[in-house]
Structures are given as structure tokens and as C-alpha cells.
């Protein structure tokens, strides 16, 4: 038995069930049930961790989620989880947890230097991270992104792949109820009486709330903890009901939609619930505010309520002298729990001028020195704390009188509770200032979530509902969870709510800021948001730069940012900034809470859309032999195509070189299985695909193919492919690989919305048909003998149509070419793809055929001149810009893109027209995407164009590239230069975009 | 995240099944009209705060084009009808009045 745990009690640990873990390394013993930070208190350590800017010494301040300080990484390797809050953490056997934020150690840490610093230049003062940004580049180079690498960050991110399972879980409910605390409990039960499907979300361990620390409340004639246990027992048995723990309402979104994250005792590491809710209650309970007073937070300085917390759930004393500080009665229940524990209070310090509330009352029966009309001026210790100076309070707030000091290693402070507000506001709920309370509490009448209907579907129950007590808060959540249900139509019996006692509240006086002696700029810090370092004059100074909306000084100074999202550093901020601006609270109002309530895993998020389901990857009939056969995989869309075939020893360049060559000199064969395919048949369909295609389609004759430019609105390409009128007079048009599904939907956009008169049918065979390119000079003669079709010239000419059978197979031939080559395309069913792979292969192997990837492809139609759809399109351009009119139809009335093409900028003589180019070294290949300047050496040369395509030719033996450039094609023959890294420039000269075969002769054979 | 009805199928689905596509009710002008009826056809939009009368697919499921009546504000849906039709039903509008949003 440590010093610091009581000899008995501890509703939550399990004292026959010890457990042993590490902490920093060195093995630290606690009871099961315990939290890392009980168990941490419970052997005696209060240093936690260390500040995010100032890396001040940190002890645990809350018991729950509100949680600033005590953030650690647990597990190793790839299972490390970092920024867990040791409140929330329950320790198991074997657990490994560090501190962070510290190097390199947790006691000894430089970067308190900056602490040190602070107090004479203030480096990290609000707004630091926009002033640092006017300082020149090479101050920010050199001097501050190290130093901020270095020092800020919470916890580091694992390395390695999370071997974690995650999953997600769709849920319906008709009745939500967030927490299950008293008034979560209450709403739920009420619900469930009357019928409604219910999922209750508790993200601690156990139903009870803070009915499970307090030990002055009765409910039903019984203790309140006792009447929770009955209360969580009575719903787990309901056939309708879903009682989750260690789940938190993580996030509420429209339509009543809500996100859960239960981290579950078995099964996965986390399951994300997502859940669609009829109706909500959030019954979130309220959090604590702590008090800004000078080093408010030295190791030591706690919540007052969590000191109850670890009394009462673990037994742990957080330390054995206590001071109290205090605006309200509610705090002497610490005090109370505290003498009764065994611990010496040494005084209750007291803002308030009176105390005469039943709690001060019954402090002072047990012989506790209250203190009334007194603040806290400043805390005093090194890494822990120490002592506390205190002082009498002046009319105008100041301290006034002399300081006298009280030795203490505990202070439990308590500003008043907030409603845990945060799930309200996620999703469109307004709040309102209450004055008596001194508190936002939520305001449906201004505004709350509704659902699709339009009626509000989300309501706020007890405390999180600004209802402290707990006789009204019994009766407003009972209220709220029968209206729930009854709003569903389930008939919800009246119940009466069962007697609650506990002692008389007197009011608090609000107490937002506690001066210190001297200036509190000078080495002594009012902290507002411990997580995020920032002081009560880092708000000042934000308000005497004109950060005067909440939401400007909130950016600026990062108050309440990021994972805290405000829970402990919300109102006692705003405050501090009203009051700077002598403006009353709810003028200066609140910032937005944003989801979620505490952060999500990232592995959470996944679930189990991660490696190989984070996207599924579609596969050609051949997949498997370009597997087999050396295929570098490309990505494009959701397909994979061989980049290249490489062999044993064989450089990429050297494998896309040879295949390119196999393809001019002998033949070669790609999977185009990728190509998209869209059928459009009916009667309009010639009239529609007019109306889609910048050339006339309706004229094509059966058993044609014809090269098709599709343009958006705009006027800009977006598709290209070849459209093929089959024999029965059907269009098969061909899209580009990642444009299938865009175009499918494109057409089927303008036939429902535009042209829904139009007698048209299309329909996506991408995946019904494989397609096999054969293209070289001797194609014909390696495929002639595996079909009865004749494959001559004159039976098949160019962009003829065939369609027979090939190796025993159904297929159609098209003779197009997208290498310049003689060439076939051949599409078969998709299930004798590979059949008909192997056939070709095996038919022209004695003619040296090979199979050629995308990269082949792509140098092939580059020394053509033929565009690519995504290298020399990028959104922005025409056909007329890449020399295309000749596709563009001049007779249609009307087309996709007409219009646009007639706006004046379109036809504008400066625009960038597609050229080719030529570097004046032929070796040196342009890199993609680099600009043409008119003159280098100008201080700010103008740009007149970029490459869109590069690549080193081994049919020509030289560089070449496709780019676009002012006036191009009037400009032949000119050089022009490319400026690149470190005063480098290379020049190419403007030629034809056809580098190979200008006059097509390869083709037409 | 909205939960959307499907007026063609009827499937009531979440936003993530549903395509976006803009304002509805717009009139398309192609090739001899003005400049500015063009320019406006092209680019301008209403993106009104309160309701709005929007153009949606059913991408994931039946794939059919249709018309939602929302309120950009609450996101209250008032009602989804075909893409056939070229102005809100009555009965939509009716319910939008009834907000006090007309």
C-alpha cells in the first residue's frame, strides 16, 4: 500500500485484482480499474508531462475527458497510440505508457528554457505563430521552423503499420440518449419505458456519472450511486435498449446522424458507431472551470471535483495537505471528502464574502477553516506544489492586505461548472448567458439540430442542460426522454420522478481572473488553457491588438484549439477578453464547438477501410499473366495497367525502349481491356451523341469507327475516343480508361435532365468486353491465320469493322491505331480475355511479338502527335487549341461546348496552341511541365508555354516533347528557351507535333 | 450528413449515395445566344440562404437525376420531385410557405 492510496474504498478499482505496468520504463503497480493517472497518483507521481509551448512542469488537473495535461503515448512500436489522456486510460497488465513533450527527460527538460525566455522576450506570446511568419525567410528557415520542430507537438506519430483491428458498426435508433450519467439514465429509461429503440453512450466504464463520486445525494431513498447501478441494470435488461460504456458521443451531424467511439473490451481496438437517431438527448453532465490565478498550474493544482473523483472511483489521495479555492458551495463536497478521508484540509478559501450554505456550513461542523472574502494570489513549488499564498480580496477584485502563505501539496480549485454544451452546438444548437449560474447553457428557442423534416430531433437533458440540481435535473431528463418518444408516437407513461436530496446550494460569484501581486506579465502565469499554453495576458494582448471577436482572439492565441475544443479554458477565456474589452459576456458570446468531443483515432476512422479495402482495385481478364510476366504496376483510376514489361537486368527506360521498338519494326500487343465502353442505342441515339461529340457522329456508316472529341459546357476537352457504329447500327463509343464512368454519367446527366425527349439507351460495358491491341507492321500477318475474316486491306481498311471469330472466340475488330502502326484492336467477351491473349501470343511469337505497356503506348502516340487527355488537357483547353478543328464540326446547330468555343477568349490568337518540340540537345529530354519563358534574363520573365508531354524517343534517337505555346504553329522553327532549377536553361526548337511518319503511310496498309 | 429520399425509387439513403449537381431549374443556352444570357446560364447561381431547389443523383443507387427542395439554413428537405419538371410541385411550395420561408 502506497501513501497515497486510502486503505479502503474506491468504487471503480477491483483491489483483488492488481496490476502491474510501466511508466517512462519503470514498473508501476495499481489495481484493475484503475486509470493510468490514478494509478500514477496512487504511487505517488504528480509530474505528468510537460507544456506544449513552455514546457512547464504538468501534473493531472481533471479525472475525465477534460483532461489538459497528463497526455501520453501508450503502447510501443507500431501499437503506440500517442496524446492518450491518463484519466481515460485504464491501466492493464503489461501497458507500457510515456510522458511526452519533453526531451530528455520528463524532470530535467531544456525546452523550459523557452519558459525562462519568455519572461524577457515573450517568443511565445499570442499571435506568435502569424508574427513569426512577417520575420524574413531565412530568419524562419534557420532560426524558427528548427527550434518550433524541435519543441512543439504533442505526442509523436507511431511509425510502422497499425497492426489494430478497427471497425465501424451502422446503428438505428429511434431514441439516442449521449451519457449515462443520472439525466442519461433518467431520458433513457423514460424512452425505453414508452417503447422506443434506445442506445445509450457512456464513454466511462460505468453508468453513474458523478452520482458515483458524491456521496450526499439520495435518489429514490437510496445513495445515488446505488440508484445509478439499479437504473444501468433496469435498461441493460430491456430488450429494446443498447447500453454502451467506454463510448463516447464523439460527434453530432445533420439529420440526426451521430458518431460513437466505443473502445470495446474485446473484439476490435475501436468501433466507430454510426448511427441514425429519430431523436437525441445529450445528457453530458457539465465540466469544472478551474481558476486563473498566478501558476495556476504548478503539479498539484486539480479540479476540486476530481479530487472527489480520485478519492471516492480509486481511492487515491492526490496528496495528504489540501487547500480549496473555491467561488461556490459545491467545492466544500471536496473538502467534506477529503477530512472524511483521512487527508488534512487546511483551509477552504473563499471568494465569496459569505459562506452560509448548508456545505460551508457542515465544512466548519467538521472543524475545517473557511476562509471567506479570500482568493489564492499565487501557487508556489518547483515541480510540484508547494505552498499557496492567499490573501483578502478588495471590493474592486485586487488583493489587498498581506499575503500569507499555507504550506499544501493539493489545491482543488473550482470556478463553478459548465454545461458540457459541445454536442449541442456540433450541429447548429444555440446557447444563452445565464447571469445567476454564470454559464452558457443551451437555448433551443434560439436555435436547435433538427432533422430532415425540419422538426427539432435533438434535445439537452440535466446538468448539460444548465440544470445543476438534481431534483430539476432528474425532471428534465425524465421530461426529455418521454418527449423523444412520444414525438415518435410511442405513448410515453407520465412518470413521476423519484424523490432527490442533497445539501442546499447558495450562489457562486463568478471569479474569472485573480490577480497576482505583482505584474502577472513577470514571471508569473494566469493559465486559461493549460493544453495549449496560453495565459490569461496572451488574451489581453490579443484584445489590445483588435482580436476582439472571440473567434479572432481565439485563433490568435489558440485558446481552447484543438483537441480541448474549450472544455476547460472556454468561459474563464472569453471572460478574460470581455473583460478586456469591457464588454458584457454574452456581447463578446462563444466560439464554435467543433467535433469531435475528444479526439478520434485516425485507425477509428478508417474501420477497416484500410491496405487492401481502402480501395478496390479492378483487374483485367489478363491480370494475373502481366503479374507473371514482370508488369510494373500503374495506377490509373481504380485499374492497375502494366507500365512496362521488364525483364531479368532490365532498366525500365531500357524495357519501354525495346517495346516501342517491337512495335515499329515488328508488332506488339497491349491489354486496352481498360478502355471505357458505352453502348448507346435507340432511335435519337445518332442525333444525341451530335449533340455530345464536337464532330458529327449520326453520319458514321455501320461497320465504321470515327475519332471523337467530347467538351464540357465550357468549351474545354475533357474526353477523346474512338466511336465505333457497329454493324446493326448501334454506337460503341470508347472513352479514355479514367474517364468511363464520367462520361457514363455525363451522358446519362444530359439525357435525363436536358434531352429527356430523346429515345436513347446507354449503357457501361467497360468491364463485359476485353480489348486487345495488336499494332505493328506485321499484325496482319499474325493474326490472319487464327481467323477466317479476311484481314486484308481491302476487305478491312482503316477504321473498318469486323466481327466474326478469332482462336475460336467471338470477337469484333476495329482497325484503329493509336501508334501509327498497322493495327487492330480486338474485343471479346471479358471471360475469353486471356484466352485470346494467349492465342495472339503464342501465334506471334515466331514474328517476335511482345507484349508493351503504357509507357510504350504513350511514347508511340507521342511521336505521332496524339494527344493524351490529361497531359495535353488539363481543363483549360480546346481543340482548336491542339490543332483539332478538324473535329470540331462547322454544320451542327448545336453541340456541347458551341457556344463557349464563340466567346471571344476562346478564339483569342495568344492562346496556347499545341507544338512539338525539340531540344537542341537531343540527349537531354525536357522535364514534364516546364514552362517556355520569352526571355530568361528578365527579372520577371513572361510565360509563353509548357510542356505537356516528354519523353526520349527510340525510334528517333533523340528527345522529344508535345507542349503548348503562344501562337505555336505560327512559330516554327523558332528556339525557345526553358528556364529550370539552379540557373539551368534548355532549348528546343517549335516543330510539328507529328515527329514519326507525317504522311500516316505505316497505317494505311 | 442528410439523409436524402429518392423520388424515382424511393429509397431513403445517406448523402454519401447521393451526387451533388448544383442548382436546378436552370435554362440551358447554347450557340446564338447573347453573351450575358449565356454568362448567366454558365455561371451565375442563386445560392440563396434559406430554401433552395437543387439538382441531385442517385449515384449509388437507381442513378436517376432529380430535383430537391432544401433549406440551406436548417437543411430542412422539403420535398424531392423528377428532373422532368421544370418548377417546384405545389405541394412543395405549400410546405415552404408554411415555414414562413416563401
Known sequence: ?1005 | MLLITCPCCGVSGEETEFAPGGEAHLKRFGPGSEEGEFAGYLFYRKNPKGPHFERWRHAYGCGKWFHVARDTVTLEIFGAYKATETAPPQEILDRIAARGKA
Open chain 1, 1 to 1005: 500500500m502506497t501513501a497515497h492510496r486510502l486503505p479502503s474504498g474506491g468504487l471503480l478499482i477491483d483491489r483483488a485484482r492488481p496490476v502491474e505496468f510501466r511508466f517512462n520504463g519503470k514498473p508501476v503497480k495499481g489495481f484493475a480499474g484503475d486509470t493510468l493517472a490514478a494509478a500514477l497518483l496512487a504511487s505517488g507521481r504528480t509530474l505528468m508531462g510537460r507544456s506544449f509551448k513552455y514546457h512547464r512542469p504538468r501534473g493531472v488537473v481533471a479525472a475525465g475527458v477534460e483532461e489538459p495535461n497528463a497526455l501520453m503515448c501508450v503502447g510501443e512500436g507500431p501499437r503506440a497510440t500517442p496524446n492518450q489522456r491518463a484519466t481515460m486510460v485504464e491501466i492493464a497488465p503489461g501497458m507500457s505508457a510515456r510522458s511526452q513533450n519533453h526531451w530528455p527527460s520528463l524532470e530535467w527538460d531544456v525546452g523550459a528554457v523557452n519558459a525562462a525566455i519568455a519572461s524577457v522576450a515573450p517568443v511565445f506570446s499570442a499571435g506568435f505563430y502569424y508574427k513569426t511568419f512577417l520575420f524574413p525567410r531565412i530568419a524562419w528557415k534557420h532560426l524558427y521552423e528548427p527550434v518550433i520542430r524541435q519543441s512543439a507537438g504533442l505526442g509523436p506519430a507511431p511509425e510502422g503499420v497499425d497492426p489494430d483491428e478497427y471497425e465501424h458498426l451502422h446503428a438505428f435508433a429511434d431514441v439516442l440518449v449521449i451519457g449515462a450519467g443520472m439525466a442519461g439514465l433518467a431520458a433513457a429509461r423514460a424512452a425505453a419505458e414508452a417503447g422506443a429503440r434506445v442506445i445509450v453512450a457512456e464513454q466511462g466504464p460505468r453508468a453513474g456519472g458523478r452520482l458515483l463520486s458524491e456521496s450526499d445525494i439520495e435518489i429514490g431513498g437510496m445513495p445515488g450511486a446505488d440508484w445509478a447501478a439499479g437504473e444501468a441494470a433496469a435498461l441493460a435488461a430491456m430488450p429494446n435498449v443498447t447500453l454502451l460504456t467506454r463510448c463516447q458521443g464523439a460527434g453530432l451531424y445533420d439529420h440526426g446522424y451521430a458518431l460513437l467511439d466505443e473502445e470495446p473490451k474485446e473484439g476490435p481496438s475501436r468501433r466507430l458507431w454510426r448511427v441514425r437517431a429519430k431523436r437525441i438527448v445529450i445528457a453530458t453532465g457539465a465540466i469544472e472551470r478551474p481558476l486563473a490565478f498566478a501558476n495556476n498550474d504548478l503539479p498539484g493544482v486539480m479540479l476540486a471535483g476530481a479530487v472527489r473523483d480520485y478519492l471516492a472511483l480509486w481511492a487515491v489521495a492526490p496528496g495528504r495537505e489540501i487547500v480549496v479555492f473555491a467561488n461556490n458551495d459545491d467545492a466544500y463536497r471536496t473538502a467534506l471528502a477529503a477530512h472524511l478521508a483521512g487527508l488534512t484540509v487546511k483551509a477552504v478559501i473563499d471568494c465569496r464574502a459569505e459562506a452560509a450554505g448548508a456545505l460551508p456550513e457542515a465544512a466548519r461542523a467538521a472543524g475545517i477553516a473557511v476562509r471567506t472574502g479570500m482568493i489564492v494570489a499565487k501557487a508556489k513549488g518547483g515541480k510540484a506544489l508547494k505552498s499557496v499564498l492567499v490573501a483578502k480580496r478588495a471590493a474592486d477584485g485586487r488583493v489587498a492586505g498581506a499575503l500569507e502563505e499555507i504550506g499544501c501539496d493539493v489545491l482543488a480549485m473550482s470556478g463553478g461548472w459548465s454545461p458540457a454544451v459541445h454536442l449541442f452546438s456540433h450541429c447548429g444548437g444555440k446557447l444563452r448567458w445565464d447571469e445567476a449560474q454564470a454559464m452558457f447553457r443551451p437555448a433551443p428557442e434560439r436555435g436547435a439540430p433538427t432533422g430532415a423534416d425540419g422538426e427539432v430531433n435533438t434535445f439537452v437533458a440535466g446538468a448539460a442542460n444548465g440544470l445543476l440540481s438534481t431534483a430539476e435535473g432528474l425532471a428534465d431528463a425524465l421530461a426529455a426522454g418521454a418527449r423523444a418518444a412520444s414525438d415518435l408516437g410511442f405513448s410515453a407513461v407520465a412518470a413521476e420522478a423519484p424523490s432527490a436530496t442533497e445539501p442546499g446550494m447558495t450562489p457562486l460569484q463568478p471569479l474569472w481572473f485573480t490577480p497576482s501581486v505583482g505584474k502577472y506579465a513577470h514571471g508569473t502565469k494566469h493559465f486559461l488553457d493549460f493544453q495549449n499554453d496560453v495565459t490569461a495576458a496572451d488574451v489581453e494582448l490579443a484584445a489590445r491588438e483588435g482580436y476582439e471577436s472571440i473567434e479572432h482572439a481565439k485563433r490568435y492565441t489558440t485558446l481552447g484549439m484543438a483537441t480541448d475544443q474549450g472544455k476547460l479554458s472556454n468561459i474563464n477565456g472569453l471572460a478574460t477578453l470581455a473583460n478586456a474589452l469591457a464588454a458584457p459576456i454574452p456581447e463578446v458570446g462563444t466560439t464554435t464547438f467543433r467535433p469531435p468531443w475528444t479526439p478520434l483515432s485516425l485507425g477509428s476512422i478508417a474501420g477497416r477501410d484500410a491496405g487492401t479495402l481502402f480501395k478496390p482495385v479492378r483487374r483485367t481478364p489478363m491480370h494475373d499473366w502481366h503479374e507473371a510476366n514482370g508488369a510494373d504496376w500503374e495506377p490509373v483510376g481504380e485499374w492497375r495497367r502494366p507500365f512496362t514489361y521488364r525483364r531479368a537486368g532490365e532498366s525500365r527506360e531500357a524495357s519501354v525502349a525495346r517495346e516501342v521498338r517491337a512495335v515499329r519494326e515488328a508488332a506488339g500487343m497491349l491489354d486496352a481491356s481498360t478502355l471505357g465502353k458505352l453502348l448507346v442505342t435507340g432511335p435519337d441515339a445518332g442525333r444525341f451523341l451530335d449533340l455530345l461529340y464536337t464532330n458529327m457522329m449520326s453520319t458514321l456508316k455501320p461497320g465504321a469507327c470515327r475519332y471523337g472529341l467530347m467538351c464540357n459546357e465550357n468549351g474545354f476537352l475533357f474526353d477523346d475516343g474512338v466511336v465505333a457504329r457497329l454493324p446493326n447500327g448501334d454506337f460503341l463509343c470508347h472513352t479514355t480508361t479514367g474517364g468511363a464512368e464520367r462520361v457514363h454519367g455525363w451522358m446519362e446527366e444530359w439525357l435525363q435532365t436536358e434531352w429527356p425527349e430523346l429515345k436513347v439507351h446507354v449503357a457501361n460495358l467497360t468491364e463485359q468486353f476485353t480489348q486487345i491491341a495488336v499494332a505493328g507492321p506485321k499484325a496482319r500477318e499474325i493474326l490472319q491465320p487464327l481467323t477466317g475474316m479476311d484481314l486484308s486491306a481491302s476487305a478491312l481498311p482503316f477504321m473498318g469493322i469486323a466481327e466474326g471469330e478469332m482462336a475460336g472466340i467471338p470477337v469484333r475488330l476495329f482497325r484503329i491505331s493509336f501508334s501509327g502502326e498497322l493495327s487492330y484492336e480486338i474485343a471479346a467477351p471479358a471471360h475469353r480475355g486471356r484466352a485470346l491473349w494467349d492465342a495472339i501470343r503464342e501465334a506471334g511469337a515466331g514474328q517476335g511479338i511482345q507484349p508493351y505497356g503504357t509507357e510504350a503506348l504513350h511514347v508511340l502516340r507521342a511521336e505521332k502527335g496524339f494527344i493524351m487527355i490529361g497531359d495535353e488537357t488539363d481543363g483549360t483547353v480546346t481543340p482548336q487549341d491542339l490543332g483539332l478543328s478538324w473535329a470540331v464540326s462547322k454544320k451542327k446547330a448545336d453541340f456541347i461546348g458551341k457556344r463557349a468555343q464563340e466567346r471571344p477568349f476562346l478564339s483569342h490568337p495568344e492562346r496556347e496552341r499545341l507544338v512539338g518540340l525539340e531540344t537542341l540537345e537531343p540527349g537531354k529530354r525536357l522535364p514534364d511541365g516546364a514552362y517556355a519563358v520569352a526571355d530568361p534574363a528578365a527579372k520577371t520573365p513572361e510565360v509563353i508555354g509548357r510542356v505537356t508531354s516528354s519523353y526520349l524517343s527510340p525510334t528517333l534517337g533523340r528527345a522529344i516533347a508535345l507542349g503548348l505555346v503562344k501562337r505555336g504553329p505560327e512559330r516554327m522553327g523558332e528556339v525557345i528557351s526553358f528556364p529550370l532549377e539552379k540557373g539551368e536553361v534548355m532549348q528546343a526548337r517549335i516543330v510539328d507535333p507529328v515527329f514519326y511518319d507525317k504522311e500516316g503511310a505505316r497505317q494505311n496498309v
